[in-house]
C-alpha cells in the first residue's frame, strides 16, 4: 500500500493502510498504534462499536479523536480530506514527521509514495483533541 503526504483535518500527516510501512517511516515503536481516520461515519460504525451515549457525540465532533477499547479513530469533517480517504474507506493517520520531531518537508516528501497537495497547501497546525470513552464515561487524554 502507497504511502500519502497531505493536508489532513488537523495537520499534514502520513495516511496508507500500511501500518509496517508508517512504523518504518516514523521509526516509531511497533507497540504504539496509530490512528485511524474514517471517511464518513457510517465506515466508521462498521469497524468500531461505539458505546451507545456517546455515538451524537463521535457523529458530530470535529479534530476530535476517540478511544475506545485501545483503538484511536476519528472520522473526518473536512470535504478534502475525506474526498482522499473515501476510495478507501480508512486509513491509518500519523503526523507527517520522524517520531519526536518537527514537520521537514524534505523528509517527508522523499518517504511519501504520493504528495497530495491542494490549495490548502502543506502546513503544520494543531493536534486533535484526545478523549478516551467507556460505556459511562469520557475522559480527555489531551
Known amino acids: ?13 502520513f495516511l496508507s493502510q500500511d501500518s509496517k510501512r508508517l512504523e518504518t ?5 511497533d507497540n504504539k498504534p496509530f490512528l485511524k481516520v474514517y471517511s464518513d461515519f457510517k465506515n466508521l460504525k ?25 483503538q484511536a479513530f476519528r472520522h473526518v469533517c473536512d470535504p478534502y480530506h475525506a ?9 491509518y493517520s500519523t503526523s507527517a514527521n520522524e517520531s519526536g ?7 517527508c516528501q522523499s518517504v511519501s509514495d504520493i504528495i497530495v497537495e491542494d490549495f490548502r497547501g ?21
Open 25 to 29: 517511516i516514523k521509526m516509531r515503536a
Open 83 to 91: 474526498r482522499l480517504i473515501q476510495p478507501f474507506g480508512w486509513l
Open 122 to 142: 502543506l502546513s503544520e497546525q494543531s493536534a486533535s483533541q484526545i478523549f478516551l470513552l467507556t460505556t459511562t464515561q469520557i475522559k480527555q487524554l489531551r
Open 46 to 70: 462498521r469497524d468500531i462499536r461505539i458505546p451507545n451515549t456517546h455515538k451524537r457525540l463521535v457523529r458530530h465532533a470535529c479534530k476530535t479523536t476517540f478511544v475506545v477499547k485501545n
Open 1 to 13: 500500500m502507497k504511502v500519502f503526504l497531505a493536508q489532513t483535518d488537523t495537520t499534514v500527516g
Open 101 to 107: 520531531q518537527s514537520y521537514v518537508r524534505e523528509f
